[in-house]
């Protein structure tokens, strides 16, 4: 690929995503239970409608990435949209008062791309599509969670291997906490995550404005309270 930061920003954000309990979540239900008003949080509340043991069904994520620069007085321009489905899941996801924990969890991983690029405005070329598959080998992990106010949680963000180590070598980093909001479809729990990412990285001893947008949804079904 003609532009590897803007690859594994984009990789990071997606897979990121997709395995990580930092999502934000459409159709919001009322959560149960003392609210400390000091703070808006309500840890440890055993009314707490997540509560249970939970099966990853689908998982996806689209994505929009954006590499801008200037070359002796040229603006450059890396554009790269992702589409990415996850299957094959195994394991199980444990939410419990205080936090979540991913056990055996593995998956299918299939990422397809285009990527255009621009010079002074002008595209240069023909896009360049491809596809990345990979499997995510089962793992184990965990990461604390606050319930804030009555609809949302705070929980840390968690990335599957190799994920890091990618967007370290790129420079690139990706936020350690986001706020998040909950909801149900009879006994699945729909999660979806708006990554919104603005970094300025030096590439090549170039200084770049990189961004990434992905929206991604997954589906959970819960098997025991």
Known sequence: MKNP?????????????????NKEVINEPRMRGPVDESTGTNPGNTDNPLIGTYKVVASTDNGRGETRSNMMGVAMLSVMNTQVTCDNFTGTVIIDAQKMTAKDMGMSFNLAYTVMQYMGGVEVGPPETGTHSEIIPAQNSSAPYTLKGKDSISCALVMPPGVGEALGAAGASLPATKMQHYAFSGDTLILTANWVVNQTLT?????????SSDLSEMKLVRISK
């Open 203 to 211: 590439i090549s001893g170039v200084s770049a404005d990189v961004s």
């Open 5 to 21: 930061v803007l690859k594994a920003l984009c990789l990071g954000v997606c897979a990121a995503a997709l395995v990580a309990c």
